[in-house]
């Protein structure tokens, strides 16, 4: 979402410099406009030459620079972004803004802008928790600043604690969260993701192709336009989402009492995981040899959406339909079958659809609609579903 944003972003010098290069190149891949004002500590780390290549925009460093136009810089650039990004913010800049100094042109800028300020700081731990740092935090949290929570590890000093700042794809979720409509605050959505695992003996087990890649993209989606979400997973190589509630489950059987524990609660349940469909009925404690090649006994998992479309009362459930022929009259049937609101249908053996890659070419069905959609990202998807509650 933050195609066509206008940042203003702020660069203080503070060694975490260098990944705000890398921040720009991300953001320019967004499509986001990036304008860059750049402290005199900043120049003498990283050239300003650099950061405007990057962003492919003038670095403002000068209050008393000679512009092409006849507006007063720091008021033209306060006021014509959506909002003002510092990173790194240093303890220093920090200080200046809590008490109203004004004295370069960034410092200036960020006295004059009424639009929001968002701070990825970074520094040393001693200085983070100095009593001085943090009445200035939190003189700036009350003045309804934002702050971009820091990281621990390995800190320029060679010393190890807090004061890492947020990496790169941490501030670009941060921003785009912040700048996403808040449509669905308020409601309670438990979204499952990915495949379950059911095991043959401790070592071997039966599952699928799923990602996780679609329930991930949801929960995700859901969080940034306010929604409270609990993400039920099965096992991924996806990471965890910053401020998500995420509960991770192995088997069918797991999914469906965690499901079951927070139902009562949700508003809606979106079911984009694929649960196996049997589960090994003489499952081995031991590890298997494997001169005992074992006969497995296969017995059905429960249908978890059809037993909670049963019961859902004024609950919105949304299933998917993963299917590789009959699409359409499959989905409609597994949605009458298991009483859904409305089922996501998409066509698993075509290309750019379907399990672990980044795009879905899908068909929404309720009882009284269809509506065939083109490919599209599976993030421009989970839109289009989450849609589908805001009435
Ligand atoms: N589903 C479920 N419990 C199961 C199997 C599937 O809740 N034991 C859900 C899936 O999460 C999905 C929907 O039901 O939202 C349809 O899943 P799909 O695999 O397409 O269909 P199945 O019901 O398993 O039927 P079939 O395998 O015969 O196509």
New binding site residues.
């Given amino acids: 979402m933050l195609k066509g944003k206008k940042i203003l972003l702020g660069v203080t010098g503070g060694i975490a410099i260098y990944k705000v290069l890398d921040l720009i190149s991300k953001l320019k891949k967004l499509e986001a406009q990036v304008d860059i004002i750049m402290t005199e500590s900043a120049t003498k780390m990283i050239a300003p030459i650099t950061f405007q290549t990057m962003a492919r925009s003038k670095v403002h460093t000068k209050l008393f620079e000679s512009s092409d136009n006849y507006n007063v810089e720091h008021i033209s650039l306060a006021q014509s972004c959506d909002i003002v990004l510092i990173a790194p913010a240093t303890a220093n800049i920090i200080a200046k803004i809590a008490n109203g100094i004004a004295d370069d042109l960034l410092s200036t800028t960020l006295l004059a802008t009424k639009k929001p300020i968002i701070l990825a700081h970074a520094m040393n731990s001693n200085m983070l928790d100095n009593p001085a740092t943090k009445r200035n935090i939190d003189i700036l949290l009350q003045r309804g600043h934002y702050f971009i929570e820091t990281g621990t590890g390995f800190l320029a000093c060679n010393h190890y604690g807090n004061g890492r700042m947020a990496e790169p794809n941490d501030i670009i979720d941060y921003l785009d969260c912040f700048l996403t409509k808040k449509d669905l605050d308020g409601k309670n959505i438990i979204i499952?993701a990915g495949p379950t695992i059911e095991r043959i003996d401790p070592v071997r087990y039966i599952s699928n192709d799923s990602s996780g890649k679609m329930g991930y993209s949801i929960a995700k989606m859901a969080r940034n336009r306010g929604a409270n979400v609990i993400l039920i997973s099965g096992p991924t190589y996806l990471s965890q989402i910053n401020g998500i509630e995420t509960i991770h489950i192995e088997t069918?059987d797991e999914l469906f009492e965690a499901i079951d524990d927070n139902f009562e609660d949700a508003d809606c349940l979106i079911?984009?995981?694929?649960?196996?469909?049997f589960k090994v009925k003489n499952r081995k404690d031991k590890k298997i040899k494997k001169t005992e090649i074992p006969e497995l006994e296969l017995v059905e998992?429960?249908?978890?959406?059809?037993y909670f479309g049963n019961i859902k009362g004024s609950k919105k459930i949304i299933?998917?339909?993963?299917?590789t022929d009959n699409l359409k009259k499959?989905a409609k049937e597994?949605l009458h079958k298991?009483n859904l609101d409305y089922i996501i249908a998409n066509d698993i053996s075509k290309p750019g659809a379907g399990f672990n890659v980044d795009t879905n070419i899908a068909s929404i069905i309720s009882d009284s609609y269809t509506e065939d959609l083109p490919i599209m990202s599976k993030f421009d998807l989970a839109d289009k579903i989450l849609d589908l509650l805001k009435y």
Avoid: V
């Fill in positions: 499952t069918a079911m984009a995981a694929a649960p196996a469909d998992n429960k249908d978890i959406l059809s299933g998917f339909a993963a299917e499959n597994k298991k």
